[in-house]
């Protein structure tokens, strides 16, 4: 079954502690992207990479951190100096020729308590 | 900075009426623009891109350079469009992501 999973669905943690989300693609796809989506402040970009082993911040980065070690991988860090990590992130993918389309996982719930 | 603005957080309309759902850009260049929707307990996905001057579950959009728009019609709303759509821009150079507006919860009452 072909699609971008994302692990896990839900996820619950104690203040201060990091935490990881992984993001998974079998599409091939060269980019990839972490978005954080809060009610009535639509989809925020927090980093993404175009090519194995480079990645860029996106407009909300301070308190995360990621890595692209595989074409097929990318996870994303939430750490102890982001303020507010209660959210939904959703994991993308897009490849070249494919007019920018974007490909969402089906994202991830945090709650930070 | 490129922005996308949908100035309405919710829409409420009869069945069987016009949509619109209106979106905004700002952008220096040539913008690419998308519309992508959310069902509940669905995943994000893509609906129309404006490239592809296509029709997807009856709605249109066209993009206006002149009033910076792309809003999203549908001549005649049914149930199942009810759902969350995001307006998007991408600056066409390619894997940098998309901007997205806010978005519009469009709800379709019987």
């Known amino acids: 079954d072909g699609g971008i999973t994302q692990s896990p669905k839900y996820l619950f943690r104690k203040e201060g502690q990091n935490v990881t989300l992984s993001c998974e693609q079998n599409l091939n796809h060269d980019a990839m992207y972490w978005y954080r989506q809060d009610p009535g402040q639509g989809l925020r970009l927090i980093y993404y990479?175009?090519?194995?082993?480079?990645?860029q911040k996106g407009d909300i980065a301070e308190g995360y951190s990621v890595s692209r070690e595989k074409k097929e991988s990318f996870p994303l860090t939430v750490t102890s100096a982001q303020k507010n990590p209660t959210a939904f992130y959703l994991c993308?993918?897009?490849?070249?020729?494919?007019?920018?389309?974007?490909?969402f996982g089906e994202g991830s719930w945090l709650t930070v308590v | 900075a490129q922005r996308v603005t949908q100035p309405e957080k919710l829409l409420s309309v009869f069945k069987g009426a016009p949509v619109e759902l209106k979106c905004n850009y700002s952008?220096?260049?040539?913008?690419?623009l998308f519309w992508y929707v959310q069902y509940s307990r669905q995943r994000l996905q893509l609906l129309l891109r404006h490239i592809s001057r296509e029709s997807i579950k009856g709605f249109t959009a066209d993009l206006n350079k002149g009033e910076t728009s792309f809003h999203l019609k549908k001549p005649f709303a049914q149930e199942e469009d009810s759902a969350m759509y995001y307006c998007?821009?991408?600056?066409?150079?390619?894997?940098?992501?998309?901007?997205f507006g806010k978005g519009t919860h469009l709800i379709i009452q019987p």
């Open positions: 952008y220096s260049g040539s913008p690419e």
């Open positions: 990479s175009q090519i194995v082993n480079d990645f």
């Open positions: 993308a993918s897009s490849r070249p020729g494919s007019g920018n389309t974007i490909y």
């Open positions: 998007a821009l991408s600056s066409g150079g390619g894997a940098d992501g998309l901007t």
